[in-house]
């Protein structure tokens, strides 16, 4: 079995780097993103990396984000050995300080913001499915999955305006379950799997509440589930192979980035390229008004006016 698994890992590694060759081919179907600012969150591994390198591709400037500088670095200087242009911001999720001033240097530095790609992410098999506390005191998967990404979209939504038409994109998963309203921080009963799943449904109830907030404002706000156990360091802390490749899952994430088919176009949730349907709490609007009343409390942003 062992060795079955390891042939198929190698064979989806030889198909993800003959699909790397062909990136170039794929991109020429998008507009040119020359003079556009594009930042992505976790863009240092796996699937942020590669739609980093590919909206580099396009021209864009490239605004790379993650803990680990050398590898940020790396992609720093891929980028800019391409036709667009890069630089990298660090910072630690687990610390909403550090999203604070992630936000603060990206205003320093920019005064327009055209796409934000909210897909940094810890998965099921963080920490061995342990339950961990972030700096905050938050269950850390929920907190850089979901809470630090709000923070971060409402810090920067000034310059995504400036930018607009502009576009938010929330990089979820088909993984999902209702959140506890009970439980949020799951105090009373902990897996792997229940914090990351919850995590990702509350980034999708996120954009589709903002999306209509955002309403008339040129800001769309989408979300996806790019692909399912992608070849990526995340899918490697679970147990069992990968199944798909980044390239299939970057693909995706491309065209809600860039595609002009998406022009206009908010609210969605798409599961790869066709629009899906997402668990049934997402289209529950009096739970999504409550989760995102509770993450503002969370995060410290002043409640809405009603
Ligand atoms: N892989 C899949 O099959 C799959 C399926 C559905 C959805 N997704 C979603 O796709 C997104 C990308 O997943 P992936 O598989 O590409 O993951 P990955 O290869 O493990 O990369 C995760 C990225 O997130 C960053 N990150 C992790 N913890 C962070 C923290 N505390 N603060 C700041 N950045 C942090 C990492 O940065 P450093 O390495 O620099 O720390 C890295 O750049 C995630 O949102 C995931 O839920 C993945």
Wanted: proline share 3%.
């Amino acid at each position: 079995m062992k060795i079955l698994n390891n042939s198929l890992i190698t064979l989806i590694v030889i198909i993800s780097s003959y699909a790397s060759q062909i990136n170039a081919q794929v991109n020429s179907d998008y507009p040119s993103m020359d003079g556009k600012t594009v930042l992505i969150t976790g863009s240092t591994d796996g699937l942020g990396r590669e739609v980093a390198i590919r909206l580099g591709m396009l021209g864009a400037h490239v605004l790379v984000h993650g803990r680990n500088a050398q590898r940020g670095a790396e992609v720093v200087e891929k980028i800019n050995n391409s036709a667009g242009s890069a630089q990298f911001y660090q910072a630690d999720f687990g610390s909403l300080n550090n999203v604070r001033e992630l936000a603060n240097n990206v205003k320093r530095d920019h005064q327009k913001l055209h796409i934000l790609i909210n897909n940094a992410g810890l998965g099921s098999g963080f920490a061995g499915g342990q339950r961990r506390v972030s700096q905050d005191g938050y269950e850390m998967v929920l907190q850089v999955n979901y809470l630090a990404h709000y923070l971060l979209t409402d810090l920067l939504l000034p310059l995504l305006k400036d930018g607009a038409p502009s576009r938010i994109i929330n990089v979820a998963s088909r993984a999902q379950s209702p959140v506890n309203f009970g439980d949020i921080m799951l105090e009373n009963y902990f897996s792997g799997r229940a914090t990351y799943h919850r995590s990702k449904l509350a980034q999708v109830m996120h954009a589709f509440h903002y999306s209509e907030l955002l309403q008339g404002t040129q800001v769309t706000f989408n979300t996806l589930h790019p692909a399912s156990m992608m070849d990526t360091t995340m899918v490697a802390q679970m147990p069992g192979p990968a199944r798909t490749t980044v390239d299939e899952g970057a693909r995706a994430l491309m065209m809600l980035a860039v595609s002009p088919a998406l022009v206009g176009r908010s609210g969605l949730y798409f599961v790869g390229h066709n629009e899906g349907r997402a668990n049934d709490q997402a289209y529950d609007s009096v739970a999504r008004a409550e989760l995102d009343k509770i993450a503002r409390e969370l995060i410290k942003l002043p409640a809405r006016e009603n």
